[in-house]
């Protein structure tokens, strides 16, 4: 079955530090845009990274950025979302999502409501809590 999977997620405590990891099942992505995006209940879902095909070009949401980085192992086929200096409101449902036919990955991160994209993960949750 073609899909994402995500690890990594759980619990941290403020001003700490998690990974997530992002890899396709069943398939390769090196043609892809990949993004991270998170989602609270009662929230719209908000793009949070997106990287470039070739790994080269990022963006990132206005509330994330300077804290996350986001980086693309072609490798290993995994992308990833280092995430520091986490806060409570950062306590959310994380998906990581990949599309082909996005314009940017600018727009893929600021209006992924957009898109219809290829792919969306099961999605992780991530709790930043003391």
């Known amino acids: 079955q073609l899909r994402l999977v995500e690890s990594g997620g759980g619990l941290v405590q403020p001003g700490g530090s998690l990974t997530l990891s992002c890899a396709p099942s069943?398939?390769?992505?090196?043609?892809?845009?990949v993004g991270w995006f998170r989602q609270a209940p009662g929230n719209e879902r908000e793009g949070v990274a997106c990287i470039s095909m070739n790994g080269r070009r990022t963006a990132y949401g206005d509330s994330v950025q300077g804290r996350f980085t986001i980086s693309r192992d072609r490798a290993r086929g995994t992308v990833y979302l280092q995430m520091n200096s986490l806060k409570p409101e950062d306590t959310s449902i994380y998906y990581c999502?990949?599309?082909?036919?996005?314009?940017?990955?600018?727009?893929?991160?600021?209006?992924?409501?957009?898109?219809?994209?290829?792919?969306w993960g099961k999605g992780i949750p991530v709790n930043v809590s003391s």
């Open positions: 069943e398939f390769t992505w090196d043609y892809y845009e």
């Open positions: 999502a990949a599309d082909r036919t996005v314009p940017s990955i600018q727009a893929m991160c600021k209006r992924p409501g957009n898109f219809r994209m290829d792919f």
